[in-house]
């Protein structure tokens, strides 16, 4: 999703990434968040706002590869779907220093809830909460030197044209 539509200095040629790619791409990604929200819901229907141990993780009471596989790969969609291609940021939601973020105070609800609510407690583990600080800086300081400018501006130019928002 970080590569842009024509060779940049982030983006070699044979690396470029043309509209309907990054369309199906994006596609793919709401496809498996939504699949991921109904196994949370078949499986744990009570782990939104659940103390209980038995729904503290993707795949039960026991951290797994699946949440060390997961939670940094949501981290970089925190950064990249809201700002680049206008998901909504309550979709990532964290409450940053144990308090409400103001930034997410006109937002709608998660249109994904249990997967919002996994993600939240996982950025309350220390290593899960490094891990997101470091990628998010890394993407905040790639932003800053334009890596996402060109996509930004696929997307503005192909509006109406593919689908960029989910849901």
Known sequence: MYLGPHETEFTPGHRVMDRPTRAAKLAEIWKQLAWLESELEANRPSIQGSNSENSRYLAGSEMTHADM????TCVFFEYMLP??????????RVEENGGSDDTLRDEPPSPL???TAWYARCAEIP?????RSTILTHWR???TQGQFDPIREE????E???KWRYP
């Open 69 to 72: 596989t997961w939670h940094p």
């Open 155 to 158: 997307v503005r130019l192909s």
């Open 83 to 92: 700002k680049v291609f206008g998901w909504p940021v309550s979709l990532f």
């Open 127 to 131: 290593a899960f909460g490094d891990v």
């Open 160 to 162: 109406g044209e593919f």
């Open 141 to 143: 300081a790639m932003d």
């Open 113 to 115: 809830p249990l997967v």
